[in-house]
């Protein structure tokens, strides 16, 4: 069974941009959270999808946004990029009954 | 909301030594606690949960431990490796049948197994 797939996996931005993340979750699987992963600040919770529904969101500012498509895919977007948004960007999907969540292997945002 | 605090940031260790790393959480309503091991370089990795009805869990050369009154939880490494080295990341979180809390992760240990 594939793992949890996060595309891509580098991106460099400039301030002001835009960019848009996404994670392919485990067969089977319906939820879906991401967190950001910075050296000093640890892996930070940003928001966690079910069935397509929000269920549980960060304390991240309204720049970051996300949703879940019914296939569970799910893409986060982060507008007005920050240069303090360069971060490891990372997705954990789950089945509905467990509670161990799978990474993926990250997304590596630059912005310059 | 939960807040999880986690120590020390940083442990050097001969192999062969135990280590342990402590984990106090806020919420006493968590439920959940997992442990995630992260080598340098790759993704997070369960290596170890446990739920609050139980008190200690053990898997070969790792166990956990849960004080619900004092509301802690560490994780107990024995016979150290130096594959062992890593960051270690503990979690808390609220699980229900219907509903379920965000999972808050601690700061990360890093530790060092050194031959």
């Known amino acids: 069974k594939a793992g949890v797939t996060q595309t891509p996996r580098y991106l460099i931005k400039t301030r002001g941009q835009q960019v848009t993340l996404s994670c392919s979750p485990i067969?089977?699987?319906?939820?879906v959270s991401w967190y950001q992963q910075t050296p000093g600040q640890g892996l930070q919770f940003l928001f966690e999808y079910f069935s397509e529904t929000q269920r549980n969101k960060g304390n991240f500012p309204g720049r970051f946004s996300g949703r879940q498509f019914s296939n569970s895919r799910s893409e986060m977007n982060v507008s007005t990029l920050e240069l303090g948004d360069s971060a490891l960007y990372l997705c954990a999907s789950s089945r509905t009954e467990k509670n161990i969540q799978y990474f993926g292997a990250g997304t590596r945002l630059s912005v310059l | 909301g939960e807040n999880v605090e986690q120590h020390p940031s940083t442990l050097s260790v001969q192999e062969g030594d135990s280590a342990v790393i402590k984990c106090t959480y806020s919420d006493s309503a968590s439920n959940y606690f997992p442990w995630y091991k992260q080598e340098l370089g790759k993704r997070p990795q369960l290596i170890i949960d446990i739920r609050s009805n139980v008190g200690e869990k053990k898997d070969q050369r790792i166990a956990v431990t849960l004080n619900k009154t004092a509301k802690h939880f560490s994780l107990h490494i024995t016979e150290t490796q130096p594959e062992d080295s890593a960051v270690y990341f503990c979690a808390a979180r609220l699980m229900t049948t219907d509903s379920w809390g965000k999972l808050q992760f601690g700061a990360g240990t890093q530790v060092v197994v050194t031959p």
């Open positions: 067969s089977g699987h319906r939820s």
